[in-house]
């Protein structure tokens, strides 16, 4: 008896065997018509009744088909004629199921090189060569995962290890971004900075995506909004310790000894890949990093997108009739996704509305276009500057939600900023004395965004700027 009859034996007569591997075995997995139509009844009827068919309502479902010849309803019957007569004979399971992931694992590969033969031929026209790899991987990573759920009392041990398990994170090197995120950002999350246009959104990513570098870090940095160039020389500022206006007048030897300074410092890479505005989903995305990977044994430890609101969405069409909520909302999930797929962190930015743009304490319910962004993020934080934080040269930092610690300590910080060659730095202690967390107790009044007034200290020290 073949494997794939006696696969479908039992999952007609072992209901224990059906419902271990119901999630894992796929129609493309059978190569015969005959064996395939039984298995789509078989599907069919566990949807509809939560329970094994019997051969009689196989039977009558394969006879009630429209696109079966009478000679292939014919042969259907013989099939499940020959299943009857060995239904006595139910395989240990052990040696089923771990005979039926080896069947998957091995149909998956084949369907996976047909169809990486079919794009290289030019017959596969929704897919590029650049999916490849992805097939493939997706299909050498097929197997049965039987874990079905988490026991409260018998997994105690498990848990309490993951308590006192170190998160693999990437740091910052600013102390306050550090201390709110417990030591960094961790895989498989979506980090989103929120700020006008012109307060430092490319700016905040650039230096962020130097300082990884330098810890060794890989950093694939994707913009919609700049041209590569542009991105290159922020980050060659940052680096370099040189102002924007004087890359320019630097000598070509001058400019190769800084560079072969930074690249003596660190082991890791940054690649900057720029996309038309609005052109580019997580579908290109995937395809570069394929790409990266085979051409340039690339694999990014972090990933920025400047910025989320100008990518497009890999699910919703270019001019489709939705509206700025789903369409954002959307490529936010996706971003997300994408993080979680190739665990990594993904740093972006998004702007605030016209009214968010002239607040001095953003919200929220400030982000531009989609409510639904802030409810996919991991960590968001508003970027705040004004005339008085511009004479000290800093920015304010607010906390607008955070997964990874308690977003009322250390609501708001400060940090200081040097545009001319594209940095962020720690301030003094002292710049950050004035500054109340919410978290802390404060009998000031609420405020009209439900947070409390920040101290009179501040007032002071900002003049005009208004809280």
């Known amino acids: 008896m073949k494997l794939e009859q006696t696969i479908l034996k039992n999952l007609i007569y072992n209901d224990e065997y059906l419902r271990k591997v119901i999630p894992f075995l796929k129609a493309e997995y059978f190569s015969d018509r005959t064996e395939r139509t039984i298995f789509d009844e078989i599907i069919s009827f566990v949807s509809s009744y939560n329970s094994p068919p019997t051969i009689e309502a196989i039977t009558l479902a394969v006879k009630e088909k429209k696109n079966l010849t009478d000679d292939q309803v014919t042969q259907c019957e013989t099939y499940l004629q020959e299943i009857v007569e060995t239904s006595k004979e139910i395989s240990k399971i052990d040696w089923l199921l771990?005979?039926?992931?080896?069947?998957?694992?091995?149909?998956?590969?084949?369907?996976?090189?047909?169809?990486s033969i079919s794009i290289l031929d030019g017959k596969d026209k929704a897919q590029e060569k650049g999916a490849i790899p992805?097939?493939?991987?997706d299909?050498?990573?097929v197997g049965f995962d039987t874990n079905i759920g988490h026991d409260?009392?018998?997994?105690?041990?498990e848990r309490y290890e993951f308590y006192h398990r170190k998160e693999e994170?990437?740091?910052?090197?600013?102390?306050?971004?550090?201390?709110?995120?417990?030591?960094?950002?961790?895989?498989?999350?979506?980090?989103?900075?929120?700020?006008?246009?012109?307060?430092?959104?490319?700016?905040f990513m650039c230096h962020v995506a130097a300082g990884c570098m330098v810890q060794g870090k890989n950093v694939l940095y994707i913009t919609m909004e700049m041209a590569e160039e542009k991105i290159a020389e922020r980050i060659d500022a940052n680096l370099l310790n040189v102002t924007i206006d004087e890359l320019t007048s630097l000598s070509k030897e001058m400019y190769d000894k800084k560079v072969q300074r930074v690249r003596n410092n660190t082991t890791g890479k940054l690649i900057i890949k720029e996309y038309p505005t609005a052109a580019a989903s997580t579908v290109h995305f995937r395809t570069l990093l394929n790409e990266l990977h085979l051409k340039r044994s690339f694999t990014p430890d972090i990933i920025f997108i400047d910025y989320l609101n100008i990518c497009a969405s890999a699910r919703i069409k270019a001019g489709a009739n939705v509206n700025s909520y789903t369409y954002v909302k959307s490529i936010a999930e996706e971003l997300r996704g994408l993080a979680v797929e190739y665990g990594v962190p993904i740093v972006s930015a998004t702007q605030t509305t016209r009214s968010g743009f002239t607040s001095s304490d953003p919200g929220l319910e400030d982000t531009s276009e989609s409510f639904g962004l802030p409810a996919t993020a991991d960590l968001m934080f508003a970027l705040i500057t004004s005339e008085e934080l511009e004479a000290l040269n800093q920015i304010m930092v607010k906390q607008l939600k955070n997964r990874y610690s308690d977003p009322t300590t250390h609501k708001r910080f400060a940090v200081g900023i040097d545009k001319s060659k594209m940095r962020l730095y720690d301030v003094e202690q002292a710049a950050q004395d004035g500054i109340v967390d919410a978290g802390k107790v404060d009998d000031k009044p609420l405020n009209s965004f439900g947070e409390r007034e920040r101290m009179s200290s501040m007032k002071k020290k900002f003049g005009g700027f208004k809280v």
């Open 98 to 115: 771990d005979k039926s992931e080896i069947f998957c694992q091995e149909k998956a590969i084949y369907n996976a090189v047909l169809a």
């Open 134 to 137: 992805k097939i493939l991987a």
């Open 139 to 141: 299909a050498l990573g």
């Open 152 to 157: 409260y009392l018998e997994n105690s041990d």
């Open 169 to 203: 994170r990437i740091p910052f090197d600013l102390e306050y971004f550090n201390k709110i995120t417990k030591g960094g950002l961790p895989a498989k999350t979506l980090n989103i900075a929120l700020a006008g246009t012109g307060v430092g959104k490319s700016l």
